[in-house]
Nanobody, 126 residues
Framework: QVQLVESGGASVQAGGSLRLSCAAS????????MGWFRQAPGKEREGVAF???????RYVDSVKGRFTISQDNAKITLYLQMNSLKPEDAAMYYC????????????????????WGQGTQVTVSS
């Protein structure tokens, strides 16, 4: 039903920028949450940035001030603008969505999301 298609992953130098995109389909007018997770080899999947259908956002501390999540409401396309990239940001980045459950706060744990994209690889060289 809900499909997520990611793009934008690449190899960049530290200090550079990337913009990831996630095209979503299968949504209705009902509220939803979308977000970006990342997982580096040997590490747990980490929530990075999230946005609700009302425009509210949530970020992990390590990316605040550097990453910006946004959405195109008409097309339900999710973006992650990543600036001042660090080697620690290198990971597989996943787009995720939740359209059924409702939360007082924007969820940021991987098990709170029902739909996932295939992932896009971000590599950052020092």
């Amino acid at each position: 039903q809900v499909q997520l298609v990611e793009s934008g992953g690449a190899s960049v130098q530290a200090g550079g920028s990337l913009r990831l995109s996630c095209a979503a389909s299968g949504f209705t007018y009902s509220p939803y949450y979308m977000g970006w997770f990342r997982q580096a080899p040997g590490k747990e999947r980490e929530g990075v940035a999230f946005i609700a259908s009302d425009g509210s956002t949530r970020y992990v501390d390590s990316v605040k001030g550097r990453f910006t999540i946004s959405q195109d409401n008409a097309k339900i396309t999710l973006y992650l603008q990543m600036n001042s990239l660090k080697p620690e940001d290198a990971a597989m980045y996943y787009c995720a969505a939740e359209v059924r459950r409702r939360y007082a706060d924007i969820p940021w744990a991987w098990f709170q999301y029902s739909y996932w994209g295939q992932g896009t690889q971000v590599t950052v060289s020092s």
